[in-house]
């Protein structure tokens, strides 16, 4: 403005601007350079005290951090950007909610069993049915294998039905403190294979994946009605794999329908 008689009449510098000069009007305030950010009164493009810190960006003319997007992380101080979570591990991008000793301040966690998660993940994502993942940061599921029925989300350990419930709240302490447990090392991001003992992630919905008689379960199936042994033949067996497994109804008997445990009955005259 025009017409100033003190110096109390002169206004901070706006934030995300620097204003290094005497005599400055609005118009020609300079923007806080990439990496930093300029709260309102600053003097200086950059100063230490104001680097970006990790977990955000500060792309220039930012009065302060932004934080990192759900799905993005930042690990260095200073960035002007945020970097997709890698394949393996969520971001949740809540600074507030993932508290820094789980894995590290850049708040990047390793998927849970039972889970996958591709490029950019803000959360861990279930195994679909058919598929079950018993390891930390998988990047995807693995089918499920000859002999057994994943029908169930999240599935973690198919032979004894363990299946992944979700990140609650109680979850995320357990994970914490499995996390440490692990020894998670934070300069290298090694990661531990194995389940995390955490009861509070998952659940045991008491049902047997084994594949049941009268079925075939190939790798990968996911709906019981497609592996039952077809007409004319039976199982008496539980756990296998293949169609060629089914057997051929007995001499002098009939296997009217598919999915039998036993041949239907004697054939008349």
């Not at 100063?47 to 009065?63: A, L």
């Not at 950019?120 to 693995?142: D, F, M």
């Not at 007409?231 to 296997?255: A, E, K």
């Amino acid at each position: 403005t025009v017409g100033n008689r003190n110096l109390s009449d002169c206004v901070a510098c706006p934030a995300g601007f620097y204003c290094p000069d005497e005599g400055m009007t609005n118009g020609s305030v300079y923007a806080c350079d990439a990496g930093f950010f300029c709260p309102a009164g600053m003097s200086v493009r950059s100063q230490f005290d104001f680097t970006c810190p990790v977990g955000s960006y500060c792309s220039g003319s930012h009065g302060f951090p932004i934080p990192c997007s759900p799905g993005y992380f930042q690990p260095t101080a200073g960035s002007s950007f945020c970097i997709p979570c890698p394949l393996g591990f969520f971001c949740p991008g809540i600074m507030s909610v993932i508290p820094s000793t789980v894995y590290n301040d850049s708040f990047m966690l390793p998927c849970p069993a039972g889970t996958f998660c591709p490029l950019g993940s803000a959360y861990p994502r279930q195994c679909l049915p058919g598929t079950y993942s018993s390891r930390l940061a998988a990047p995807n599921c693995s089918s499920c294998p000859p002999g057994y029925i994943c029908k169930d989300f999240g599935i973690s350990d198919y032979v004894n039905a363990t299946v992944y419930s979700g990140m609650n709240s109680q979850c995320l302490d357990a994970f914490a403190s499995a996390m440490r447990v692990f020894g998670m090392l934070r300069a290298n991001r090694t990661i531990v294979e194995g389940t995390i003992p955490a009861n509070p992630c998952y659940k045991n919905p008491k049902i047997d994946y084994t594949c049941p008689i009268g079925h075939f379960c190939p790798a990968g199936l996911r709906n019981l009605e497609a592996g039952r042994c077809p007409r004319g033949t039976f199982s008496d067996t539980t756990g296998i794999g293949d169609i060629l497994q089914c057997r051929p109804c007995l001499p002098g008997m009939f296997c009217v329908e598919p999915g039998l445990s036993a041949p239907t009955g004697l054939c008349s005259g």
